[in-house]
T-cell receptor
Framework: EAAVTQSPRSKVAVTGGKVTLSCHQTNNHDYMYWYRQDTGHGLRLIHY???????EKGDIPDGYKASRPSQENFSLILELASLSQTAVYFC?????????????FGEGSKLTVL | GEQVEQLPSILRVQEGSSASINCSYE??????FPWYKQEPGENPKLIID?????ERKQIQELIVLLDKKAKRFSLHITDTQPGDSAMYFC?????????FGAGTKLTIKP
């Protein structure tokens, strides 16, 4: 079964601090995604990537950067964390980039910004 | 980009009855419509999907209907059980990325 692992699973950050969320997949998938989920809301796409060393903006990229140094790894970077970025972040990978491709999600990273 | 509307946001049904969730989308180019189930504290998992060349798909108690002309699709869970209580998300693909609806919290009453 597809395996996507995220770290850290939980983090408390201070406003204005830098936060890096990491994601590692062992599925040999080309596509990787970062979504955020707020309580009672759906999943909103922040950034995605279909090849190493390249990232694309999703629907809510402001305040976030992404890095894909290799096919297996995809990071989400908050340079200046803000209270509004408190959420659960999910990384996902897929074979087909959305064209009939199943998303395999990691376990999520709960970020609390104080 | 694609927009997906999902209703209702909260749904409570009696055990053994049917539950229906409706979604609509905007981009006529979307051709893949998955449904994900998320249990509390867990990650979302794919439960059923349908492609634009189909109108209906069934996997056990799950039925998905797609009306491309109306840009609507729906999930129907027949003979609901307590284990069906969860958050459900519809989604539509649109040019390399999948856009999700806001979710439906389904509660099965004993």
């Amino acid at each position: 079964e597809a395996a996507v692992t995220q770290s850290p699973r939980s983090k408390v950050a201070v406003t204005g601090g830098k936060v890096t969320l990491s994601c590692h997949q062992t599925n040999n998938h080309d596509y990787m995604y970062w979504y955020r989920q707020d309580t009672g809301h759906g999943l909103r796409l922040i950034h995605y990537s279909y090849v190493a060393d390249s990232t694309e903006k999703g629907d809510i990229p402001d305040g976030y950067k992404a890095s894909r140094p290799s096919q297996e790894n995809f990071s989400l970077i908050l340079e200046l964390a803000s209270l509004s970025q408190t959420a659960v972040y999910f990384c996902a990978s897929s074979d087909w980039g959305g064209y009939t491709g199943q998303l395999y999600f990691g376990e999520g990273s709960k970020l609390t910004v104080l | 980009g694609e927009q997906v509307e999902q209703l209702p946001s909260i749904l409570r049904v009696q055990e053994g009855s049917s539950a229906s969730i409706n979604c609509s989308y905007e981009d006529s180019a979307s051709n893949y419509f998955p449904w994900y189930k998320q249990e509390p504290g867990e990650n979302p998992k794919l439960i059923i999907d349908i492609r634009s060349n189909m109108e209906r798909k069934q996997i056990q108690e799950l039925i998905v209907l797609l009306d491309k002309k109306a840009k609507r699709f729906s999930l129907h869970i027949t003979d609901t059980q307590p284990g069906d209580s969860a958050m459900y998300f519809c989604a539509a693909d649109g040019n390399e990325k999948i856009t999700f609806g806001a979710g439906t919290k389904l509660t099965i009453k004993p």
